[in-house]
């Protein structure tokens, strides 16, 4: 069982780093795009750190 609830929490874990990745990402070439430099520089950031 601690086995299957770690495996579960690092499965979880890793799908939710991956939409984060995705979602930085889409906000960076949406902010890139339209001008905003003040987001996608905190997208960078957020980049950077995970």
């Known amino acids: 069982l601690p086995l299957c609830s770690n495996y ?4 979880v874990g890793r799908a939710t780093r991956f939409v984060f990745k995705c979602l ?6 949406y ?6 430099s003040s987001s996608s520089e ?7 750190n995970s």
Do not use: D
């Open 24 to 29: 930085s990402v889409v906000q960076h070439f």
């Open 8 to 11: 579960r929490a690092t499965v």
């Open 31 to 36: 902010c890139t795009h339209s001008g905003t």
């Open 42 to 48: 905190e997208t960078l950031t957020f980049r950077r």
